[in-house]
T-cell receptor, first 110, second 115 residues
Framework: KQEVTQIPAALSVPEGENLVLNCSFT??????LQWFRQDPGKGLTSLLL?????REQTSGRLNASLDKSSGRSTLYIAASQPGDSATYLC?????????FGAGTRLAVHP | DVKVTQSSRYLVKRTGEKVFLECVQD?????MFWYRQDPGLGLRLIYF???????EKGDIPEGYSVSREKKERFSLILESASTNQTSMYLC??????????????FGPGTRLTVL
């Protein structure tokens, strides 16, 4: 059974820092991996989707990598800003559903 | 722009009541999903539907049922609400690309409290 773990559960950093969020999964037979952002009390917004054949995806200050063989993904946020404060969730996709991690709650303070 | 709407942002119900949570998407997506989200547990799939009148159990279907009479609408039903069903409920929809699910688009969520 696929399990997805995110470390750390919470992170607090000063503005401007570069940071890395980690996601690990137990079954490497995935179609893709997706990173989402969730603001308090809101739904999820898709940030990046990496297909199983890809190694990384970039969007602005965000870069996500995927290493299927080791069951790991990282989300790199460059030059963090207070507006980046949110919960970040990773999810791996099997054939017909997503399996989510519990998320990393990020706080970026001025 | 894809839009997924949920009928209520906040809902308070009493134990034993029948509860309906409605979700509507406007992008003609084949697939729709219901999740619940609890602190420390992430999102867990309750039910999903890949076509009108079709449904599949997710990981935690006990105590829930669903209805999909029209393509754009997917309803989650709590037949007899219990306090352990207090949670945030999120609906999502997605198209199908090359036989595999594409990106899921989420609604804003319904925070349900059962007293």
């Amino acid at each position: 059974k696929q399990e997805v773990t995110q470390i750390p559960a919470a992170l607090s950093v000063p503005e401007g820092e570069n940071l890395v969020l980690n996601c690990s999964f137990t079954d490497s037979a995935i179609y893709n991996l997706q990173w989402f952002r969730q603001d308090p009390g809101k739904g999820l917004t898709s940030l990046l989707l990496i297909q199983s054949s890809q190694r990384e995806q970039t969007s602005g200050r965000l870069n996500a990598s995927l290493d299927k063989s080791s069951g790991r993904s990282t989300l790199y946020i460059a030059a963090s800003q207070p507006g980046d404060s949110a919960t970040y969730l990773c999810a791996v996709r099997g054939y017909n559903k997503l399996i989510f991690g519990a998320g990393t709650r990020l706080a970026v303070h001025p | 722009d894809v839009k997924v709407t949920q009928s209520s942002r906040y809902l308070v119900k009493r134990t034993g009541e029948k509860v309906f949570l409605e979700c509507v998407q406007d992008m003609d997506h084949e697939n729709m999903f219901w999740y619940r989200q609890d602190p420390g547990l992430g999102l867990r799939l309750i039910y999903f539907s890949y076509d009108v009148k079709m449904k599949e159990k997710g990981d935690i279907p006990e105590g829930y049922s669903v209805s999909r009479e029209k393509k754009e609408r997917f309803s989650l039903i709590l037949e007899s609400a219990s306090t352990n069903q207090t949670s945030m409920y999120l609906c999502a929809s997605s198209p199908v690309s090359d036989g595999v699910l594409d990106t899921q688009y989420f609604g804003p969520g319904t925070r349900l409290t059962v007293l």
